[in-house]
């Protein structure tokens, strides 16, 4: 079956504690992007990649991560969590840069207490 | 930073009825453009896109409208049923961001039985 997988599904941490939510996708996709949504302000996109060691800003970069060593994975790294970046995270990955149907995962929600 | 609204948070229609769902896109240099389909504890589902060379395309039992003039797009679904419940984003990609994606608040959509 065709997905985009997220894990952890949900994450309770604390400030400044360091961690990684995993994005893979089995569909060969060359882009893959990070998107966080919040309340009223819909989704904004955090960062996106379009191949293996190529990746770009979004829209609300600041505090986050990401690296794309493989075709299939993109992980989202918070290096020093803090409590702003709570909200709910999706993953989402398309053929390329043509367009497509862009795939999302089912969400992590994060709280950074 | 983009700005892509809905006119209406909330919409309520009745089985059977069509609903519209609008959408207001800021930049002109927009070229693609998609609707999406966020169901509750879900990520967001893809529904339609069209790119700017069209004013309007039709899916199974939806159609998108693209006024560029004016900068607006439309979501038609025909003979709504129970499980088109759910929030509608759209979503926006201008030629001169790469390929960043820009979406809506939401307009959540309830269908009366």
């Known amino acids: 079956e065709a997905q985009v997988t997220q894990n952890p599904r949900y994450l309770i941490t604390v400030t400044g504690k360091k961690l990684t939510v995993t994005c893979s996708q089995n569909?060969?996709?060359?882009?893959m992007s990070w998107y966080r949504q919040d309340p009223g302000l819909g989704l904004r996109q955090i960062y996106y990649?379009?191949?293996?060691?190529?990746?770009d800003k979004g829209d609300v970069p600041e505090g986050y991560k990401v690296s794309r060593k493989e075709k299939r994975n993109f992980p989202l790294i918070l290096e020093s969590p803090s409590p702003n970046q709570t909200s709910l995270y999706f993953c989402?990955?398309?053929?390329?840069?043509?367009?497509?149907?862009?795939?999302f995962g089912p969400g992590t929600r994060l709280t950074v207490t | 930073g983009e700005s892509v609204g809905l006119h209406l948070p909330t919409l309520s229609v009745q089985e059977g009825d069509n609903s519209i769902i609008n959408c207001a896109y800021s930049?002109?240099?927009?070229?693609?453009f998609i609707w999406y389909k966020q169901e509750s504890g879900k990520g967001p589902q893809f529904i339609i896109d069209?790119?700017?060379?069209?004013d309007k395309r039709q899916g199974q039992r939806v159609t998108v409208l693209l006024n560029k003039t004016v900068k607006h797009l439309s979501l038609q679904i025909a003979a709504t049923q129970p499980g088109d419940s759910a929030v509608y984003f759209c979503?926006?990609?201008?030629?001169?961001?790469?390929?960043?994606?820009?979406f809506g608040t939401g307009t959540s959509l309830t269908v009366i039985p």
């Open positions: 930049n002109s240099a927009s070229d693609y």
């Open positions: 069209i790119r700017s060379n069209m």
């Open positions: 990649s379009m191949n293996v060691e190529v990746t």
């Open positions: 569909m060969n996709h060359e882009y």
């Open positions: 979503a926006e990609n201008p030629m001169n961001t790469g390929n960043q994606f820009y």
């Open positions: 989402a990955s398309r053929p390329g840069q043509g367009g497509g149907e862009q795939y």
